[in-house]
């Protein structure tokens, strides 16, 4: 059998073996194959004694949880991710249960040859992640906990959330549906009985969490993408709106080579600016996400968006000329 055959095999084994359900569709695509050449594979990991099959139900193949196969050896590359990940990456974000991750990590160096663990530890003193801003991990390993073990159990939450309008803090119960990451915040969304409807929360502006005995039942089950829909980021308004915005040349091609919605459409103009077109649930979000441009930007539509952008810039010119030194 050939060498690539053979890591093939191996990595459908330790994909099925995370305990996720996998369709012949997603291995093809996460091993860039044929649904043909997944089928012999999947056959070949049965021959050889693997508890492998296909779920009617789920219409995904899976593996008898009670199986278990040591994993193999890492590669280089494998090994540097998990050290950049734990090492680098997790300094920048919020990262729930680091020092677990770093303990772990420790372990599988201490098992690395010498020479890739030499070349690791160099290859980790040439690299930087540089975050653009970063905010108090506060409680974040416990309330994380606490929260996921609640989504898991389907179980009503009581937390204490302070919000910095009110400047005060407010308790709330809320039905935990999903942990998300957005914006290097960690969000937790679910019907709240403050807001009377399916709400996002920040995680470091939580300041107790206690998990109730009591059960929530989701009427439908809860799809994040739906939810999210065309929202800018995080809160949908229910209102879609057709934003265009003329960036100028200084500040085009740096706006237009990252992907800030997935509705958006870029055209460069001959003069160098670039139009680039959004479709969006609500205004308020990309409202701020503008006026970082500063007069770099233009806002060709529509009109409301428009005349938010002007009364905003109109109260911080009054506001800073008003300041005496």
């Given amino acids: 059998m050939k060498p690539s055959r053979i890591g093939r095999i191996v990595e459908i084994l330790t994909a099925l ?7 012949i569709d997603d291995l093809c695509r996460m091993f860039g194959t044929s649904r043909r050449t997944i089928f012999r594979n999947l056959k ?19 593996i008898e949880p009670d199986f278990f196969l040591p994993p193999m050896n890492l590669n280089l590359r494998e090994v540097m991710s998990l050290l950049l990940l734990v090492h680098k ?22 098992t690395l040859p010498v020479k890739v663990r030499q070349y690791c530890n160099a290859a980790l003193q040439n690299v930087s992640i540089r975050a653009a801003h970063k905010k108090s991990l506060g409680l974040l390993d416990r309330i994380f906990a606490q929260l996921l073990t609640a989504i898991l159990g389907k179980r009503i939450v009581n ?13 709330i119960d809320l039905s935990p549906y999903h942990l998300v990451h957005n914006d290097n915040t960690w969000h937790v969304l ?20 206690n998990i109730s005995d009591k059960c929530f039942i989701e009427e439908n089950k809860f799809n994040i993408s ?26 085009a091609h740096s706006v237009a080579e990252v992907k800030w919605h997935r509705t958006q459409r870029v055209t460069f103009m001959n003069d160098g600016s670039a ?50 030194f």
């Avoid at 679910?190 to 300041?207: D, E, F, T, Y």
Wanted: hydrophobic content about 40%; some cysteine; aromatic content about 10%.
């Fill in 190 to 209: 679910g019907k709240s009985s403050l807001h009377k409807k399916v709400h996002a929360l920040k995680l470091n502006r939580i300041k107790e969490v």
């Fill in 89 to 110: 990456v997790s300094e920048q974000i919020q990262f729930p249960f680091k020092r677990s991750a770093l303990l772990a990590t420790l372990k599988i160096e201490n």
């Fill in 17 to 23: 073996q995370t305990g996720r359900y996998y369709t």
């Fill in 44 to 62: 070949e990991l049965q021959a050889i004694g693997v508890p492998c099959h296909y779920d009617i139900k789920t219409g995904c193949y899976m």
């Fill in 275 to 324: 139009i680039i077109e959004f479709r969006v649930d609500g205004l308020s979000e990309i409202t701020w996400w503008i006026l970082g441009f500063g007069d770099q930007v233009q806002v060709l539509a529509p009109g409301v968006l428009r005349q938010r952008i002007v009364e905003i810039a109109q109260k911080t010119i009054k506001q800073n000329e008003q300041l005496s």
């Fill in 226 to 251: 739906e939810y999210l829909g065309r929202a800018w980021s995080m809160v949908p308004e229910g209102k879609l709106y057709d934003v265009k915005l003329r960036f100028l040349p200084k500040v």
């Fill in 159 to 171: 937390i204490c959330y302070y919000s910095p309008l009110e400047q005060k803090n407010s308790v």
